[in-house]
DNA sequence: AAAGTGCACAACCGCGAAAGT
DNA sequence: AACTTTCGCGGTTGTGCACTT
């Protein structure tokens, strides 16, 4: 049956953390863990639903995240991914440590997809858009601006000859033999699938303590500047289940990183300053 | 310098799956 | 087995910032 809407309550906000109330979800789940989000809210003293409060930590909060643009090898790994999983973002993104499913999705929208595009190759897909046929189909949903996005790649994929984008896209990680990948290799190029082998979680490092920014300039020196500064040996994470992304083991490092009041916080990345 | 436009990202919404009773 | 509750996911929207005119 009907599941109410989590955040129905008169009186509960919504719309962008304050420093204040991340600050307490911070506090609490230090004091508590992950444990239910539906309660973290009341007992945090906070006037969220549970949903937002556990996005907030997810997306935002969480010590292991990295932030910044994604590196040139995470790109490739998110296109790679997308091949066999679709929109999988959860997926894709347990294969990134430090990022979000949030993130990955947010970069595809905007950044991947243009790419790909560019490239001529269907972001849903991963095949050409460009068969003659389709062109007039082509032109036509791009017409329709603001569904751009959306529309002209869903009718790309039926243009290709499959009835549902999404059951083909399962058909296709299902299915994809040595062919199917030997074109996309070829159509992908510089986005190879088998230039960016599959790797587990536990098999990534994430720069705990960095000496130096390791990825692309910008804003990822935050990240770096954030983990330095995080870095604390030995602290061990209470009681909770930190394995959405199944990175139990690498996740040690980045457990270190907390601290129990906070003292080290407060760089950029934590952009309120919560000291 | 101001207004307009586009982009990037954080956050919300609704749905389905899983777990609990 | 049926129903309820909670969680997690994917799609979408809103907002602030950067860039262009």
């Not at 950044?111 to 082509?138: C, E, F």
């Not at 058909?171 to 030997?182: A, C, F, I, T, V």
Request: aromatic share 8%.
């Amino acid at each position: 049956m009907g599941r109410q809407p989590c955040c129905d309550k008169v009186g509960l906000k919504k719309g962008p953390w304050t420093a204040e109330e991340d600050k307490k979800l911070i506090k609490f789940i230090l004091a508590n863990g992950q444990c239910c989000w539906r309660a973290v809210p009341k007992l945090a003293g906070l006037l969220r639903c549970g949903k937002s409060c556990r996005l907030r930590w997810t997306n935002y909060l969480r010590p292991d995240l990295k932030r910044g643009l994604l590196s040139e090898y995470e790109e490739k790994m998110v296109i790679d991914l997308h091949a066999q999983l679709g929109n999988r973002w959860s997926k894709i993104a347990s294969h990134l440590p430090g990022r979000t499913d949030n993130e990955i999705k947010n970069h595809w929208n905007t950044h991947i997809k243009k790419k790909l595009r560019k490239m001529g190759i269907d972001p849903l897909t991963h095949k050409p858009i460009a068969n003659v046929n389709d062109q007039s189909h082509q032109s036509q949903s791009q017409k329709q601006e603001g569904e751009e996005e959306q529309s002209c790649v869903a009718n790309d994929s039926f243009e290709i000859g499959q009835n549902n984008p999404i059951q083909a896209k399962e058909e296709d990680s299902k299915n994809m033999g040595g062919d199917e990948l030997d074109k996309m290799e070829f159509l992908i190029d510089g986005f190879c699938i088998d230039e960016v082998p599959l790797i587990e979680p536990h098999e990534i490092l994430v720069p705990c303590a960095p000496s130096s920014s390791t990825s692309s300039s910008s804003s990822s020196n935050s990240s770096s500047i954030f983990l330095e500064d995080l870095y604390l040996p030995d602290f061990e994470w209470p009681d909770c289940d930190y394995s959405n992304n199944n990175n139990n083991n690498q996740n040690n490092d980045s457990m270190g990183l907390w601290d129990d009041d906070f003292s080290s916080w407060g760089q950029d990345s934590w952009a309120y300053g919560l000291l």
